[in-house]
């Protein structure tokens, strides 16, 4: 019956710790994908506020992939197809962390890489 539950808590806790948001996940992720496009890096990711940050990723990023989707210019044209793929909506709560962690209230600048 010990076996039992140490068993059960330790799937609980691999469980929890694999679903939870890491901000260097999201920093790779926007380095990857965001760069292309936004080359301003930092100081992009310092032009909104939390508030913003979560709103548009709010719902696994649905309204930051509208607002691309939806975009005329020319350079959101690219990211259309990252943006439609599951690819994208597995890593929205890593790059919301990340542009939260870093939004221009924060207070917080992200290293180089």
């Known amino acids: 019956m ?3 539950f140490m068993f059960l808590f ?5 469980t929890s710790l694999s679903s939870s948001a890491a901000i260097y996940k999201g920093q790779r992720e926007f380095v990857k994908k965001c760069v292309k496009c936004h080359k301003a890096g930092q100081a992009f990711v310092a032009t909104k506020k939390k508030r913003t940050w979560k709103k548009l990723l ?3 990023g649905k309204q930051l992939a509208q607002l691309h989707i ?3 210019k020319k350079k959101a044209k690219k ?4 943006f439609k793929k599951r690819k ?6 890593h790059l919301k962390q990340f542009l939260m962690e870093y939004a221009s209230d924060s207070g ?4 180089c890489n």
């Not at 330790?10 to 691999?14: A, F």
């Not at 990211?79 to 990252?82: A, T, V």
């Not at 994208?88 to 709560?93: L, N, T, W, Y």
């Open 70 to 72: 939806n975009s005329t």
């Open 2 to 4: 010990n076996k039992f």
């Open 88 to 93: 994208f909506k597995k890593k929205a709560k």
């Open 10 to 14: 330790s799937i609980l806790v691999l």
């Open 108 to 111: 917080n600048v992200p290293a």
């Open 58 to 60: 709010a719902k696994k």
């Open 79 to 82: 990211s259309k197809k990252y």
